[in-house]
Nanobody
Framework: QVQLVESGGVLVQPGGSLRLSCAAS????????MGWYRQAPGKERELVAA???????NYADSVKGRFTIPRDNAKNTVYLQMNNLKPEDTAGYYC???????????????WGQGTQVTVSS
């Protein structure tokens, strides 16, 4: 099986920066897309950023120019670098990785446990 472990969520002041990480471990043959989602109280979960195995990225309009999503394939880890944070970025952040367990196996979707980011003065 596979486990995703997230870290990095804290309380930060507006305008500050934060980096989240999400590391996958277990039975992994390959990882295709990786992504970060967030969910604020009373709102639906939304895609924040995603990156393909080839490095193509996609960002929500609300975070373009402020967030980046690098990945380290050697460590099976995806990061979310968040700069110029705003109070509206406050949410639980969840990573998602699309993982193949074997050469001929199908891709399965895994979620991290979530990490809370609070932006407040």
């Amino acid at each position: 099986q596979v486990q995703l472990v997230e870290s990095g969520g804290v309380l930060v002041q507006p305008g500050g920066s934060l980096r989240l990480s999400c590391a996958a471990s277990g039975s992994i043959f390959s990882i295709s897309a990786m992504g970060w989602y967030r969910q604020a109280p009373g709102k639906e979960r939304e895609l924040v950023a995603a990156i393909t195995s080839g490095g193509d990225t996609n960002y929500a309009d609300s975070v373009k120019g402020r967030f980046t999503i690098p990945r380290d394939n050697a460590k099976n880890t995806v990061y979310l670098q968040m700069n110029n944070l705003k109070p509206e970025d406050t949410a639980g952040y969840y990573c998602n990785q699309q993982i193949q367990h074997s050469r001929w196996g199908r891709v399965q979707y895994y979620w991290g446990q979530g990490t809370q980011v609070t932006v407040s003065s």
